[in-house]
């Protein structure tokens, strides 16, 4: 039998039993000396794939050399991810969730093959941050993630999520070629992460809430020094990690998750935090239940007022103090005895920061733009609103459903309507930019969830809604699919069961009436036809329309789509591939 690695062993124990492997190291410029090292895995997204990952290469070589300089012996390896944004409009979008499983289980093998002693991880955005975060809980490395950064902000404090509104109006001939080139060349203004506090950035922040970065690396601007020199000590503090025999297994406890879901209840996170965080602690052996956002959101204040639930772009976040000032803020709420990459606790590195300077650096450029911290991280005494995020229950969605009521109007959250239904986004988004929905409808757009068509986001026609003045303050919008984490408005997800598995969502008809009541937690059918029935009679109709459905052919799907659609658990529980 051939000798497997253990992580618990030290990985210079299965060096000496096969030399070629250390022929072929010295084949790629190794020494003799490097050979009696500790090894360290370096793992980048980076690519000209996006500005999210185009800057990560640099991120890698600060890393490789605070390696280097605390006597480790780095390895740099490369998966490249992709980016929702690019994947809009196109069959692409598809393919978009699946690539978590693939950027998990590719770091999950080159980290087998080699016997490593410490694992550090660099990515920015929104599929790669949660597939580092799963690799680490699968491996149980001693780990360090080092976010990529944000985007500068657009003119005017804008953000590249005024594609929408960009797209809209060219449709529709309110502006013409001149006008979109201006977004053009001011959407996306340097690498980064998207500037507002969608996905990427969300993720940034639950990797930091989570102990596996460095106290305040996420949501650093990404053209500033401050992401290189984090990336810098990266590269030494995973071997001070390995010396201290502190690995990701001890970090990403239950504990730790809870913390998380805190500071995403306090920053206004994206709702597919609520998919991600699952699928991380499972890779842990950890079972999250995603009602768990929904316990902690009723309890916890939404504090920044950060896009798209509020004003500012996600920089501003890091310039108020971060990730770090929240956490200070909700001190008393938090586990501060937990584990982190510093080798430290959660409250000693709270301490640490106060005494480091951080802040006062940071509110100096905050200061450039206007603001004080307090205008992003409210304090928490004059927070009106609880959470952002909830859990929905009703015969629509009798596993779960999710919405971000942080980002719906007080008229909205609750509302009954006529369902609008459509089996594709594109046909949603095509009725919505002619005019062909009312004023008070709520639109559905099923056979998107994981196994309808691999759970793509919905963001063009949540966009083309909020810029149509006619729709945007008065229709509800739900989905087995995703959202992205720029969506505004009563946008309901993550639906379960989702309609290829013939949730009720599957059943729905034109005209029948939903119910959406977000302080209650309920997504329900209450009429059919129009008219309000009994809950007895609409089961009774539902059970008749599930006689006489038919499951939709996928059989002509290939390839790892066919795969991930035939497999991957349900939104409510993750949505990865056992």
């Known amino acids: 039998m051939v000798q497997k690695y253990d992580n618990e062993q030290s990985a210079r124990a299965v060096r000496g039993i096969w030399s070629q492997s250390d022929a072929l190291r010295m084949g790629m410029g190794w020494t003799e000396e490097d050979l009696e090292k500790p090894y360290v895995l370096i793992e980048d997204v980076f690519g000209e794939s996006h500005p999210g990952s185009i800057h990560l290469d640099q991120l890698a070589k600060e890393v490789a050399y605070g390696v280097l300089e605390s006597g480790g012996r780095p390895s740099n390896f490369h998966v490249t991810d992709l980016c929702d944004g690019i994947a809009q409009g196109h069959d692409g979008m598809n393919y978009i969730l699946l690539s978590r499983q693939l950027i998990a289980d590719m770091v999950e093998v080159h980290a087998s093959v080699h016997p490593w002693d410490g694992l550090v991880l660099i990515s920015s955005c929104d599929k790669a941050v949660p597939a580092h975060l799963i690799a680490a809980g699968r491996l149980g490395l001693p780990t360090i993630v080092v976010p990529g950064g944000t985007m500068r902000p657009g003119p005017f404090m804008s953000d590249s999520g005024r594609a929408g509104e960009i797209s809209l109006k060219y449709k529709q001939h309110e502006i013409g070629d001149f006008e979109v080139m201006q977004y053009k060349k001011t959407g996306c203004p340097s690498c980064g992460a998207c500037q507002f506090l969608g996905t990427a950035n969300t993720m940034q922040a639950m990797a930091e809430a989570l102990g596996l970065a460095l106290p305040g690396s996420s949501l650093a601007a990404a053209t500033m020094i401050d992401i ?242 006619r729709l945007n303050t008065s229709t509800v919008l739900i989905t087995d699919g995703r959202y992205s984490g720029a969506t505004k408005g009563p946008c309901v997800g993550h639906v379960s069961p989702e309609a290829a598995a013939g949730g009720p969502i599957a059943l729905l008809e034109e005209g029948d009436l939903i119910e959406l009541d977000i302080p209650g937690r309920q997504l329900r059918i209450v009429g059919i036809a129009g008219v309000h029935r009994e809950e007895a009679a609409i089961a009774d109709e539902l059970a008749r329309r599930k006689a006489a459905w038919v499951k939709p052919d996928h059989s002509g799907r290939r390839g790892i789509f066919k795969r991930f659609t035939e497999t991957a658990t349900s939104g409510m529980d993750g949505a990865y591939m056992p």
């Open 228 to 469: 290189t020199q984090m990336a810098r000590q990266a590269g030494q503090m995973v071997l001070r990690l390995k010396a201290q025999g502190i690995t990701a297994d001890d970090i990403l406890t239950p504990e730790a998750f809870e913390n998380a879901i805190i500071i995403h209840a306090a920053i206004g996170g994206s709702t597919n935090a609520m998919i991600h965080l699952p699928a991380i602690a499972q890779a842990r052996g950890i079972k999250l239940d995603v009602r768990k956002f929904d316990e902690i959101n009723r309890l916890i204040p939404h504090l920044c007022d950060i896009a798209p639930s509020g004003r500012y772009p996600a920089e501003t976040l890091w310039l108020a103090g971060g990730i770090p000032a929240v956490q200070e803020a909700l001190k008393d709420l938090l586990h501060l005895d937990v584990m982190t990459v510093t080798g430290r606790t959660l409250g000693e590195n709270l301490e640490q920061m106060k005494q480091s300077g951080f802040y006062e650096r940071n509110h100096g450029f905050l200061a450039n733009y206007g603001l004080r911290p307090d205008d992003i991280i409210r304090p928490r005494a004059t927070c009106q609103e609880f959470g952002t995020v909830a859990v929905l229950s009703g015969n629509l969605a009798p596993e779960g459903a999710v919405i971000k009521y942080s980002a719906v109007r007080p008229d909205m959250m609750y509302h009954v309507g006529k369902a609008r239904v459509f089996d594709c986004e594109e046909d949603c988004q095509a009725a919505v930019v002619a005019n062909t929905i009312d004023p008070g409808d709520v639109m559905i757009i099923r056979y998107e969830g994981p196994r309808g068509s691999g759970m793509p986001e919905m963001y063009m026609t949540t966009e083309a809604i909020m810029n149509n003045p």
